[in-house]
DNA sequence: GGGCGGCTTACATGTACCTGACGATTGCTG
DNA sequence: CAGCAATCGTCAGGTACATGTAAGCCGCCC
């Protein structure tokens, strides 16, 4: 089932960690600043929701939906009431989970609200759209990502293994070779023909940093 | 309550600046650059959820969390959609509130590591970044690990022997020709090109020293 | 003035990064 | 379904930078 449903989100635009445990899972957790969490209930190692409230109670922010079975409301109760932020029952359409998933995003609106900008720049998180002062600017998914990441720390570094974790996923380790940089490259080309006051320097050794133009 | 707040993230190791009012914290918001801003909903002089979204709207990136009585979902959905990047409800733990805190510091990136700092300079543990002020100064590796080991001890003199070890390993017996001195010199320029009011001070025949210029 | 410790510049090597191009895949369109 | 365009990830060649060593120089102290 979870790959099926990984299949069905990344067919999607998303990227996908996928966990076979909550140990694992909380591993991945370590390492990437997830949008949201999809917490399967039926796990094999532990009650989910007890882990749930565990993660809430040291400080979990991130959007959780439940995927379970249980369907009874009394289930459902208990399930937002420990920090769930949606309840999804079994069986599912793999377009539902879709829209609910967006639309927790969407709630959450991000970390910082609905716009980020820098220099010229601005991104809408809700249409994830790129504006250059009045005039829309068409970046393919790869790249948009790569700008909110950036955009979202603006005017500190983002290390470049949190860029592969982020665009590419946790489990890509071995998988990438340089491709980071060749989106970093396409991204600055395009920042830079479209005028936008943004630009993206190197530190080396460690990662990237997007900032006003000197 | 804000003074109980205070003495207990005091006790945690930040530091805190009270503002009694949205007029006040403009102006220590003015001033300093805080890591993170808790508002309090329930202030006298306005809603602090527009004047969030006024400031979210004129460019400010800081996390911020807010604090409330009023736990509803759907105010709990308002405040995280008008920029708030966690939403805590009162009553609540002082320990739950650093967590969170912690947590948003983690997510923003930066801040949260113990920060050394010398004159203009500061230096984040956790991300090894060099700051002159606001803007980033970029350094080679060994040179932010020479930087380190002195900001360290800063004030105190490092034995050479002490450096030697610490950037080649101790196996460098007799390997290393003059390596140490050639970093110094590098730093120092460094330190002196960007302005920091740090400096490097020689102690003959024992090892090197930093400290605020004389 | 000779020896020692430290300063400074220069250079050879490796590494990190940039960048143009290529095959593969996907999505769209006629 | 064929054809086209866009996007994706990889690679190879080039470039810029970090690194450690060497060599000449300066100032200190006997």
């Given amino acids: 089932m979870a790959e099926a449903l990984t299949a069905a989100l990344l067919q999607r635009g998303l990227t996908v960690d996928h966990a076979a445990s909550l140990d694992e899972a909380e591993a991945y957790m370590a390492a990437v600043d997830h949008a949201a969490i999809l917490l399967d209930l039926g ?5 989910g929701l007890a882990w749930l409230r565990r993660r809430r109670a040291g400080g979990e922010t991130r959007p959780v939906l439940a995927l379970t079975a ?4 009394e289930a459902r109760v208990r399930g937002l009431h420990d920090g769930a932020d949606d309840y999804i029952v079994k069986p599912f359409d793999a377009d539902e989970l879709h829209a609910r998933l967006l639309a927790v995003l969407r709630r959450q609106g991000g970390y910082l609200g609905v716009s980020l900008t820098c220099a010229r720049l601005t991104f809408d998180v809700e249409t994830r759209t790129v504006r250059v002062g009045e ?3 068409t970046l393919s998914t790869r790249e948009t990502e790569l700008l909110e990441l950036l955009l979202r720390r603006a005017g500190n570094v983002v290390p470049k ?3 592969e974790d982020q665009l590419f996923g946790a489990g890509s380790d071995q998988g990438s070779r340089n491709a980071v940089e060749v989106y970093v490259h396409r991204l600055r080309k395009r920042l830079d023909e479209a005028g936008t006051g943004a630009r993206i320097e190197t530190v080396r050794g460690v990662g990237y940093l997007l900032r006003s133009a000197a």
């Fill in 43 to 47: 796990l094999p190692d532990g009650d």
């Fill in 70 to 73: 249980r369907g009874s409301v």
């Fill in 135 to 137: 005039t829309v600017l």
């Fill in 161 to 163: 293994r949190v860029v």
